[in-house]
């Protein structure tokens, strides 16, 4: 695998390195050994998916608080999405920064999200498929998020937004700080 860093520190975009032959490709998706080298968090606990089945689908910003807090890899399956992490955690130069990126079934790359980091998506297509692999398990009274739209964060989404769960809608908007 090969670990393109991003503008948020500890964030990497996962890209695999496939052998190929005449059947077709292998790659690692996941390996403890060269997650440990650059610093990563290399315990992954629980796996889980969403599927959305129209193209805008907006999901997030999530995140769980601490002492609950959770690294996630997370690959597009099926489909496109528009991946975005937002840096929250306190003291960091990148604090409130957000970064988005296109993962799809097609590109077959991942996002780590570090601890102390949002996440959210846009579908890009429909039927889209997301697996999460997170290094600790769902705490629902541990689970936080901002409003998508926050202006502090700045997104800029690619498509209008729509199909978003009545919680996302719900979910605090942060202003921009002064």
């Not at 790659?27 to 998916?49: M, N, W, Y």
């Not at 306190?90 to 604090?95: H, K, P, V, Y």
């Not at 920064?97 to 949002?118: C, D, H, I, K, M």
């Not at 964060?153 to 978003?164: G, R, S």
Request: hydrophobic share 35%.
């Amino acid at each position: 695998m090969r670990f393109e860093n991003t503008p948020l520190g500890g964030a990497f975009v996962l890209e695999i390195e496939p052998l190929t032959d005449e059947r077709g490709f292998f790659a690692r998706t996941f390996c403890r050994e060269e997650f440990e080298k650059h610093g990563l968090e290399p315990e992954l606990v629980q796996c889980s998916i969403s599927l959305s089945r129209e193209r805008g689908t907006l999901r997030g910003l999530h995140f769980q608080a601490a002492p609950h807090e959770e690294a996630r890899v997370v690959r597009c399956t099926r489909g496109r999405i528009y991946d975005v992490i937002v840096d929250l955690r306190e003291g960091s130069d990148t604090r409130l920064r957000s970064y988005g990126t296109e993962l799809s079934a097609e590109n077959r790359r991942q996002l780590y999200v570090p601890e102390g980091f949002a996440h959210g998506f846009q579908t890009l297509e429909p039927d889209t498929e997301v697996l999460y692999q997170m290094s600790t398990a769902y705490v629902p009274e541990a689970a936080r998020g901002y409003h998508y739209a926050s202006p502090a964060f700045a997104i800029a989404w690619p498509l209008p937004p729509v199909n978003v769960s009545p919680r996302d809608q719900e979910l605090e908007s942060l202003p921009v700080p002064e």
